[in-house]
Nanobody
Framework: QVQLVESGGGLVQAGGSLRLSCAAS????????MGWYRQAPGKQRELVAH???????NYADSVKGRFTISRDNAKNTVYLQMNKLKPEDTAVYYC???????????????WGQGTQVTVSS
């Protein structure tokens, strides 16, 4: 099976920075798109950023210019560098990845358990 394990969340003051990491492990043949989502209390889960296998990126308007997504294919890991954090960035951040465990070209979506990011004003 496949697991995604996030790390790097925590409490930070407004204007500060955090770096999230998400490592995939298990039976992995290849990884397609990887991404980060977040869910604040009382709100729906929303896309923060994603990165394709070719390293094309896409960001939510609310984080453009402040967050940077990257990936290390050798480590099956995706990162989210978050700068100039704002209180409205407070949420549980979830990693998502589409992973193939064989050579069939079929990819399954997996989620991490989530990591809390809290930004104080």
């Amino acid at each position: 099976q496949v697991q995604l394990v996030e790390s790097g969340g925590g409490l930070v003051q407004a204007g500060g920075s955090l770096r999230l990491s998400c490592a995939a492990s298990g039976v992995i043949f290849s990884i397609n798109t990887m991404g980060w989502y977040r869910q604040a209390p009382g709100k729906q889960r929303e896309l923060v950023a994603h990165i394709t296998s070719g390293r094309s990126t896409n960001y939510a308007d609310s984080v453009k210019g402040r967050f940077t997504i990257s990936r290390d294919n050798a480590k099956n890991t995706v990162y989210l560098q978050m700068n100039k954090l704002k209180p409205e960035d407070t949420a549980v951040y979830y990693c998502n990845a589409y992973i193939s465990s064989g050579g069939s070209g079929y990819y399954t979506g997996y989620w991490g358990q989530g990591t809390q990011v809290t930004v104080s004003s």
